[in-house]
């Protein structure tokens, strides 16, 4: 009877977990720096604390940066038409050079043509070749000034979009900056909070950490179905002799309080 009783209590225990507490906070909180060198020209600073659409929530000076944009790709077109000029040019040297290769090369080895007649022809040939090549050079120069320029479009537009900074679907937890304000890459500029679901944090002793992912998660009493999304197997470094667990839950309607993390035994 008593080895009975021991055992059942022996059993009784086992099924019985510590009990922790952890605050319901949002799945991800994103601090936000500057990737620009810029003034701040507004912020809304009536949408903190609510749930972002798609209009920006910081603006930033792009002036500078939309005027350059438009004369580098106005550059652009007028370099793509010279050089679809140059195409022309180098295909109606190409059919120069073949007649007057043919030319020398009738002429060259006559004996009735003087050696000045024959030198005339060569150098007018040699003449026509280099203007093919120095055309052709300047059209490979002007491919390079495009690509530079294009990429140069690439730098000024993710500027533009740099000034403007917007996210959806986060809930805007703070503003860091005011309008006026000159900020620099690296600058804090705004915490963003991830809302879409929650997140329990947790600091396991040694003996839950064993054979916790074998049992059932109770929040507030009530048996979920959720599981440890992530087990640190290295005690923190804070919470000495405690293993760090992160529970991923849904989004609750209210974040920030208290509950009640059991682990039991089926």
Do not use: C
Not at 167 to 190: C, D, R, S
Request: proline residues 2%; aromatic residues 8%; glycine residues 4%.
């Amino acid at each position: 009877m008593k080895k009975q009783l021991s055992l059942l209590l022996l059993l009784s225990s086992m099924l019985m977990a510590k009990e922790y507490y952890a605050k319901i906070e949002p799945y991800e909180v994103l601090n936000v720096s500057s990737n620009v060198n810029a003034q701040v020209v507004s912020v809304r600073e009536n949408v903190e604390g609510f749930e972002l659409g798609q209009r920006s929530y910081l603006n930033m000076d792009d002036i500078v940066d939309k005027e350059e944009l438009k004369r580098t790709e106005n550059k652009i077109k007028l370099f793509q038409g010279v050089a679809k000029s140059n195409e022309k040019l180098l295909k109606n040297y190409e059919l120069i050079l073949e007649k007057k290769r043919a030319n020398y090369e009738k002429i060259k080895d006559l004996t009735i043509k003087s050696d000045t007649e024959k030198d005339r022809e060569f150098y007018d040939l040699m003449g026509s070749e280099n203007q093919y090549i120095a055309t052709l050079k300047d059209n490979d120069n002007l491919a390079a000034s495009i690509s530079d320029l294009q990429l140069r479009t690439v730098q000024l537009k993710k500027s533009i979009s740099d000034k403007h900074l917007s996210a959806q679907g986060y809930v805007l937890y703070k503003l860091m900056v005011k309008p006026g304000q000159v900020v620099n890459p690296g600058t804090m500029v705004a915490q963003l909070a991830d809302i879409s679901k929650g997140k329990l944090t947790l600091f396991l002793t040694a003996n839950d950490f064993t054979d916790v992912k074998k049992k059932s998660i109770y929040l507030d009493g009530v048996k979920t179905a959720y599981t440890i999304e992530r087990l640190w197997s290295i005690t923190d470094d804070k919470h000495i002799s405690s293993y760090k667990a992160v529970i991923i839950i849904d989004a609750p309607e209210r974040f920030s309080q208290l509950v009640k993390v059991e682990f039991k035994g089926e």
